[in-house]
């Protein structure tokens, strides 16, 4: 009963979002600070960190969000400290659900014009529609209520996973289309120029796994070294806390995915020594698995952040002070020789498939042509025999040549000394059909034979 209830608010949100709602005055809402944060990729970033900035304001709020675990917001104890917040906050909170309101409004109506186009009717998938609106409370459009904090908080870690987890696919593949391409390559290569390819990718392959020691991402050893060599401080005066208040760079006492990969760069560049053969992507991707390992390690709550008493809490267990060291992405390999050659069955594929949707265009594109062509042929065709009669090269408008030796030729029933039915006039010589006058006939000996009148 409470889920047909749950996708009755949805479907209730989605009328509101496309009809409803009048057009709000442009925002007023504080931007201080959001250009120069890092972006999540969520759709809803933007209203995620305005929410957290607007609870922070209220000092108190914000020792209580410190506190806060993911299960007390999964048991609706956030109800009660919004209870503590002051009316502008209050406030502030409201503006900003109706400016999402507003959002998805928009964006809703782009999704079923979109999908009216398609499928020549006006509907969303209710999946798609209940992830869309996922992160706010359906019940009301106008408040900013615990449930709309509890849904933005649970969405956002839900979304981010799925991140990590699109991440890891998305390398796996980067990493196969390389292959495939390094293969490609060779095959294009002589038989000298080929071993002596395999033997450089081999040597490099092995400079790369030869690399110094990597320390244990979030163990003391590895943080006495971002200390050390980042912060400039003496590792024999390493503190935890302190430590947490340089890095918690935008000072909500808490460390968020991009201040804990920051803490891992260092120990990433071990690995890639030589700069012109460090692979940005392999970079990216071995500083995102760090953070992902810390997060299981000491993320309690699972809102993928690291608080204080989190962090504090991971620096007195035994743990803590055991370097374990860290297998990086080279040490093993990323896909087996069968899921190499399916993913380059699946490329070949889609290759032939947007060949034959390229023909098929080409063809349809020449045919619309086709249909204006036939006055375009004639008419090259009737330039083409205006060209032949210029050029006397059309048999049938050919000129005759002139009797030699005073014979007169049979033409097809015409006489050379006429033109048009006109007798000559005495003492002019012929005229030809182009229009100029016949060369004089001559005798053997040269001389011009004397044109003779009946």
């Known amino acids: 009963m409470a889920r047909w209830q749950y996708l009755l608010g949805i479907f209730s949100l989605l009328l509101v979002l496309c009809n409803g709602l009048p057009v709000l005055p442009k925002e007023e809402i504080e931007d201080e600070g959001l250009l120069e944060e890092e972006d999540t990729g969520l759709e809803y970033d933007r ?103 509890e849904r933005l908080i649970k969405k956002a870690a839900a979304d981010l996973d799925e991140a990590d987890k699109e991440r890891r696919k998305e390398f796996k593949r980067y990493e196969m289309e390389k292959e495939l391409q390094r293969r490609q390559q060779l095959k294009d290569l002589d038989e000298t120029k080929r071993l002596k390819a395999e033997d450089e990718y081999k040597q490099r392959k092995e400079r790369i796994k030869n690399h110094p020691k990597i320390k244990h991402p979030g163990s003391k050893a590895q943080m006495q070294e971002v200390w050390e060599e980042t912060d ?106 069968e899921e190499l050659q399916e993913y380059n069955r ?58 030699i030796n005073n014979q007169v030729p049979v033409n097809q029933g015409q006489v050379p000394a006429q033109q048009a039915g006109q007798p000559i006039q005495q003492g002019q010589p012929p005229v030809n059909q182009a229009g100029g006058q016949a060369p004089p006939q001559q005798q053997a000996g040269g001389q011009p034979v004397q044109q003779v009148m009946p």
């Open 47 to 149: 209203y995620l960190r305005q929410v957290i900035k607007v609870l922070e304001k209220d000092p108190d709020m914000r020792k209580r969000m410190e506190e806060l675990s993911l299960e007390d917001l999964k048991e609706g104890n956030f109800a009660r400290e919004l209870g503590f917040l002051s009316t502008n906050i209050r406030s502030k909170l409201d503006e900003l659900k109706r400016l999402e309101v507003q959002r998805l409004r928009t964006v809703a109506r782009q999704r079923m014009e979109a999908a009216a186009g398609k499928a020549g009717a006006k509907r969303m998938d209710p999946k798609a529609l209940e992830n869309m609106v996922g992160h706010v409370d359906p019940a009301t459009m106008e408040k900013f209520t615990d449930t709309d904090f």
């Open 232 to 337: 400039h401080l003496d590792p024999n005066d390493f503190n935890p806390k302190t430590f947490f208040a340089l890095h918690d760079t935008n000072g909500d006492k808490k460390l968020d995915m991009f201040e804990l990969e920051a803490l891992f760069i260092k120990e990433v560049d071990k690995i890639y020594r030589d700069a012109d053969e460090a692979d940005p992507v392999e970079l990216a991707e071995e500083v995102s698995r760090m953070r992902e390992h810390v997060m299981r390690e000491i993320d309690l709550d699972g809102d993928k952040m690291v608080s204080r008493d989190e962090f504090m809490k991971a620096a007195d267990q035994a743990q803590f002070e055991n370097d374990e060291g860290w297998k990086d992405i080279n040490q093993d390999e990323q896909f087996t020789e």
């Open 346 to 403: 699946m490329v070949q594929e889609r290759l032939e498939r947007k060949k034959i949707r390229m023909q098929e265009e080409h063809d349809r594109f020449v045919k619309e042509q086709n249909i204006n062509m036939p006055n375009s042929v004639q008419m090259n065709q009737q330039q083409q025999q205006v060209n032949q009669q210029q050029q006397g090269q059309d048999p049938k408008l050919r000129v005759n040549q002139p009797p």
